[in-house]
């Protein structure tokens, strides 16, 4: 079965500081891996994407890395502000059919001053 | 820049009730979806469309309708509210493509008494 868990579930970080996620994956055949920031009351919102030969890219304080080998993903954020408050969600796309994907459930992240 | 627009945004019903959550987009994308998002869980697929004329099942079908008669519109219909399907519903398109990134709706939360 595919699957796609995160963790941690939550986190709290003060303003300023760096912060990790992670994203383990069981999803074949894998196709591509997005994180999504998805801030509170509304849609998410596409961050990164990677495919099967990218294993970093980066989107301003936002790195995500890709170990296709160990199927896992981290997300990390440089210089948290308050607007990184948000839900961070993984989201693994199956090669073949009609493009499916599998979510992984997010990570509820707070920054407090 | 409209992207994907949902309405309503809110809306309350009785069990037995029928309504219809609507979703337009105008970047011409070929591939529409409903998902849902509950506490806990992943965004899970409802139905979606690869084109007009064209919808299908995903994970979670049951209790919804769908149709795809232009381009631009994606509506989700329920037949027969149910207390199971109180949720935040997030209509998403993007082109057809293996490494598309998903663009969201705001979502629609739907309570059902």
């Known amino acids: 079965k595919n699957q796609v868990e995160q963790s941690p579930q939550s986190l709290i970080i003060l303003e300023g500081k760096n912060c990790t996620l992670q994203c383990n994956y069981t999803v074949s055949p894998f196709s591509n891996l997005r994180w999504y920031k998805q801030d509170t009351g509304r849609g998410p919102v596409s961050l990164t994407i990677?495919?099967?030969?990218?294993n970093t890219k980066s989107n301003g304080r936002y790195t995500a890395t890709l170990d296709a080998d160990t199927k896992q993903s981290s997300l990390h954020i440089t210089a948290s502000q308050l607007s990184d408050s948000a839900s961070y969600i993984c989201v693994v796309g199956h090669s073949g059919g009609y493009q499916k994907v599998t979510f992984g459930i997010g990570t509820k992240l707070q920054v407090i001053p | 820049n409209a992207g994907v627009t949902q309405t309503p945004k809110f809306q309350v019903l009785k069990t037995g009730q029928s309504m219809t959550l609507q979703c337009a987009q105008d970047?011409?994308?070929?591939?529409m979806s409903w998902y849902r998002q509950d506490p806990g869980m992943g965004l899970r697929l409802i139905h979606y469309?690869?084109?007009?004329?064209?919808?299908d099942q995903g994970e979670v079908p049951n209790g919804y309708n769908v149709s795809r008669s232009t381009t631009e519109d994606f509506p989700l219909r329920l037949l027969s509210a149910a207390p199971s399907q109180t949720s935040v519903y997030f209509c998403?398109?993007?082109?057809?493509?293996?490494?598309?990134?998903?663009?969201f709706g705001e979502g629609s939360r739907l309570t059902v008494l």
């Open positions: 970047m011409n994308h070929e591939y």
């Open positions: 469309s690869v084109g007009a004329g064209i919808t």
């Open positions: 990677m495919t099967f030969s990218e």
């Open positions: 998403a398109s993007r082109f057809r493509g293996d490494t598309g990134e998903l663009f």
